[in-house]
């Protein structure tokens, strides 16, 4: 390793560090964006506070409690604190060395990830959680839980050793803070005033939905440091080219994520929605950073990739501490018959638990016209239309009477292939009838 490597390096992490920095100020936005009005301020508050939080107690306990130079075993990594020198000129150039970037840096890049897992945890329990006690947990999570896990997967410890990979902390950093954040809602319960006294959802809308925005594009292009510095160098061929691909994939996630959430609320509501169009990008995002080096564009077509990572030697990818790496991954090849296969059974599922939904519905229903047909006629297990302003049923002949009789349902298929062929054949015809029906693009 030349100086000038090193300090390409160096330069690069130093570069992502301040991008992933800058996600603090996307959460922060988005989060204040989304709250009601009376929350703003302590949204804010809570988001400056956590980076501060988490930037301090990674430097006295957390690095070292992540990284030790010796765990104690493959799960308790030992306690130590502080920073410990950098690298020298003469440790870098000597023969065999395998340090390829700044200790310092090293820390800087890694800091900046706890406070996004901390941030987190900060959407997650907005308008429901005190601040004293939200920045109490904030110490344990940054100093404690956060980097002993972190110890498991990147720091050495068992996970290491049955070749798990995380290539920019899709589990590591992501689900950590989501599990966090799921132990804090279930405790917390939801926000006041987001149910009624019947149990019914009630639409909290955010206070600045132009903040949220902004947000999310920060978010977005802080995600380029966040994944692209996870390739930790950029001095060779292979890893700028790995760089570029994570780069292209990860703005390709939150893109497809996007358009994704805007059509399934056209689908559901209606109509366009904002708030499910920016958490789409997010989904994308976060669901791209387990593995983002992978390449798609460049494999032969016809094949199926499924998400098992493996190591190939002799280049970067995720981290111990003094530069020393760990191998690059690649994707795993299915047949396209298997390909088939998992669609296949893919599609089946979904239609049978809407057939199943389905059925359940057409009960609801039946039962309910079945009650209504008894209350005002006093024949009960009947049913029919009624004429608008009369007590009576029109009939098919045009007259009406008194005694309505029951309407035959349709009866829906119980076969799995019949299910399955009515989801691949139907399913597509109905998107389109309800993307493209005259007048769409004029409704609100």
Not at 8 to 33: D, I, P, R, S
Not at 178 to 207: E, Q, S
Request: proline share 4%; glycine share 12%.
């Amino acid at each position: 390793m030349t100086e000038i490597e090193y300090a390409l390096n160096t330069f690069y992490l130093l570069v992502c560090a301040a991008f992933v920095m800058w996600m603090a100020a996307g959460f922060t936005m988005l989060e204040a964006g989304l709250v009601r009005a009376r929350n703003t301020v302590e949204i804010l508050t809570k988001n400056v506070a956590l980076y501060a939080i988490a930037c301090l107690m990674y430097f006295l306990a957390g690095y070292q409690l992540m990284y030790p130079s010796e765990g104690v075993n493959a799960f308790w990594p030992g306690i130590g604190f502080g920073l410990g020198a950098d690298n020298t000129a003469e440790a870098v150039t000597a023969a065999g060395s395998e340090i390829t970037y700044s200790a310092m840096a090293d820390f800087m890049f890694q800091v900046v990830f706890v406070a996004t897992a901390m941030s987190i945890v900060s959407g997650a329990v907005a308008e429901r959680m005190k601040l004293w006690a939200f920045l109490a947990f904030t110490v344990v999570m940054t100093g404690v839980i956060y980097p002993w896990q972190g110890y498991w997967s990147w720091g050495g410890g068992f996970l290491n050793a049955i070749d798990y990979s995380d290539y920019a902390g899709g589990g590591i950093v992501h689900m950590a803070g989501a599990f966090a954040a799921l132990a804090g809602v279930l405790l917390l319960g939801p926000r006041r005033g987001k149910y009624t006294v019947d149990g019914r959802a009630r639409a909290l809308p955010g206070a600045n939905l132009p903040l949220a925005t902004l947000g999310m594009f920060i978010l977005w292009m802080g995600w380029f440091g966040f994944n692209g510095g996870s390739e930790l160098i950029i001095s060779d061929v292979g890893s700028a080219n790995n760089v570029a691909a994570v780069f292209v994939n990860t703005n390709l996630a939150a893109a497809a994520g996007l358009v994704a959430a805007l059509l399934a609320a056209r689908l559901t509501f209606g109509k366009a929605d904002l708030t499910m169009a920016l958490n789409g990008a997010l989904a994308g995002l976060v669901s791209i950073t387990a593995g983002p080096a992978v390449g798609y564009f460049h494999r032969p077509p016809g094949r199926c990739h499924r998400g098992v990572l493996d190591h190939r030697p002799g280049q970067a990818a995720h981290r111990r501490s003094g530069g020393r790496d760990f191998g690059a991954r690649r994707l795993r090849h299915l047949r396209p018959a298997g390909c088939a296969a998992i669609q296949s059974g893919g599609i089946a599922a979904v239609a049978a638990r809407r057939h199943r939904r389905h059925r359940q519905l057409r009960v609801r229903l039946q039962s309910r016209r079945v009650g209504v047909a008894a209350r005002d006629n006093g024949h009960p297990g009947e049913s029919g239309r009624r004429a608008r302003g009369t007590g009576l049923c029109r009939m098919r002949d045009g007259s009406l009477s008194g005694l309505c009789p029951r309407r035959r349902l349709i009866r829906l298929p119980r076969s799995g292939v019949a299910v399955t062929l009515r989801a691949v054949f139907l399913g597509p015809a109905r998107l389109g009838r309800a993307l493209f029906y005259p007048g769409w693009w004029s409704r609100a």
